[in-house]
């Protein structure tokens, strides 16, 4: 074999590695090899060996009878990295916690990754009755408040090629047909802010914000409170807080 062929055939077991923990991350659980080779689509022999290596290494592992394989805690130790390396969320941690406490419901900062959206922290509402949230979590940006108020940050064009013309549907509520969803972001283009209509989960609405420390804006924030305990009153104080901790939050970043 030739140096460029080993540089090509050692690039190319990198990506399959990629792909593979993406494959994991994806789908929580433990899943038999058989499973694994369907969805990813290697040869079986050449997947054998891969996920034996990543086993020994740590990033992946596997049940008490050895056949089944899941992703392992070194991933998790990768992501941890990220979030306290990352400056906004670094910047961001005073503003949530005041954001949390002065609205008494659950917050998050999110950041698009592709056409979902990345939770990168979360606060926790003061309320027994809350939703259920954790960092790392990934959910279409349509049918979040915080994707679409990411996705208003963006031309329709972009968004078009962003997007199938008819989205994934995750509740009863969530807008599946691209336009329809297009012609919503014009007016959260207007008003400044996103809703989600228990579009991602029953019982449970959204307002979220992008930050502008940059153009587009990659990241955004949101407070979610179930639909039951939403009063007009209580929903301008949340818009309220919101514009506040965004403004908050461009000043703190001003220099990212």
Excluded at 77 to 106: F, H, N, Q, W
Excluded at 151 to 166: F, I, Q, T
Excluded at 191 to 201: F, I, M, P, S
Excluded at 228 to 254: C, G, M, N, V
């Amino acid at each position: 074999m030739s140096g460029t062929e080993a540089q090509g055939a050692q690039v190319k077991s990198a990506v399959r590695t990629v792909e593979l923990l993406e494959f994991f991350a994806h789908r929580p659980g433990m899943h038999t090899l058989a499973g694994v080779q369907e969805a990813v689509g290697y040869p079986k022999s050449s997947l054998y060996m891969l996920l034996r290596t990543l086993t020994d290494l740590g990033w992946v592992e596997t049940d008490a009878t050895g056949t089944r394989y899941g992703i392992g805690v070194r991933a998790l130790l990768v992501g941890s990295s990220y979030i306290d390396s990352d400056e906004v969320v670094t910047a961001a941690r005073p503003v949530l916690d005041r954001l949390a406490e002065e609205t008494t419901e659950t917050i998050h900062l999110a950041r698009l990754d592709g056409t979902d959206v990345v939770y990168l922290a979360t606060r926790q509402s003061q309320h027994y009755l809350r939703p259920f949230a954790r960092v790392g979590r990934r959910l279409p940006a349509h049918s979040t408040s915080l994707g679409k108020a990411l996705l208003a940050a963006r031309s329709d064009e972009e968004v078009r090629a962003m997007l199938p013309p008819h989205p994934a549907r995750v509740t009863d509520n969530t807008l599946t047909d691209r336009e329809a969803l297009i012609e919503e972001l014009h007016l959260v283009r207007e008003q400044g802010y996103a809703v989600d209509r228990e579009e991602n989960t029953l019982g449970l609405r959204c307002f979220g914000i992008a930050l502008p420390y940059r153009t587009p804006a990659r990241d955004a924030i949101s407070c979610s409170v179930p639909a039951a305990r939403l009063t007009p009153a209580h929903e301008q104080r949340i818009k309220t807080a919101l514009f506040d901790a965004r403004d908050r939050l461009a000043h703190a970043t001003r220099a990212l």
